[in-house]
């Protein structure tokens, strides 16, 4: 059972935005970093956001990430039919001294 | 390019080993810390094990800690995963991950394709 959770799916028409919030606790998102990650069907996930914030190279400023407290939020605007995935937050838990991913949320556009 | 590609994966009987491994080229392998993650079919992702760029520091999630033991040889660029004392709830996709070096805490960067194990009898 993951120690992150997220809602299991969340819908929005193609242009508008989604926010997806990931929740979780003192040892795990209050005091680590957070990434996030799409993936697509029968495909490895992909890196969207690191470091709470930050966009690898490549990924579209239409994807943004925040913190705060025991939560984090990954935000898409301009909501893409391409956008449709499983997007999962992510985080290492120094209590429990793992890496923890959250339960995913599945975007329908 | 970074490239990791992992191979191993297979259908073995429950109590059974594996060893996957995953090939890496395209950057500097002994400078990143590497993670094996897996996913069950139809469910969300389980990060397995970390280890750090010189073996220093290694990580087990705890279902299984004692069953599985990773490692890597930096001469080679490679990463390795041994499976002991396999459990029909080991099914599943495993990846190999990269952490990388810019980052301040420890996000994925680049993922294999996976490799598919399967436990069963």
């Known amino acids: 059972q993951s120690v992150l959770t997220q809602p299991p799916s969340v819908s929005a028409a193609p242009g508008q935005t989604v926010t997806i919030p990931c929740s979780g606790s003192d040892s795990n998102i209050g005091n680590n970093y957070v990434s996030w990650y799409r993936q697509l069907p029968g495909t490895a996930p992909k890196l969207l956001i690191y470091?709470?914030?930050k966009r690898p190279s490549g990924i579209p400023d239409r994807f943004s990430g925040s913190r705060s407290g025991t939560s984090a939020t990954l935000g898409i605007t301009g909501l893409q039919t391409g956008d449709e995935a499983d997007y999962y937050c992510g985080t290492w838990d120094t209590r429990l001294s793992v890496y923890v991913f959250g339960t995913g949320t599945k975007v329908t556009v | 390019e970074v490239q990791l590609v992992e191979s191993g994966g297979g259908l073995v009987q429950p109590g059974g080993s594996l060893r996957l491994s995953c090939a890496a080229s395209?950057?500097?392998?002994?400078?990143?810390?590497m993670n094996w993650v897996r996913q069950t079919p139809g469910r969300g992702l389980e990060w397995v094990s970390y280890?750090?760029?010189?073996?220093?520091?290694?990580y087990y999630a705890d279902s299984v800690k004692g069953r599985f033991t990773i490692s890597r040889d930096n001469a080679k660029n490679s990463l390795f995963l041994q499976m002991d004392s396999l459990r029909a709830e080991d099914t599943a996709v495993y990846y190999c991950?990269?952490?990388?070096?810019?980052?301040?805490?420890?996000?994925?960067?680049?993922w294999g394709q996976g490799t598919v194990v399967t436990v069963s009898s």
């Open positions: 395209g950057f500097t392998f002994s400078s990143c810390s």
């Open positions: 280890i750090s760029s010189s073996s220093s520091n290694i």
């Open positions: 991950a990269r952490r990388p070096i810019i980052a301040l805490g420890i996000p994925f960067d680049y």
């Open positions: 470091d709470n914030n």
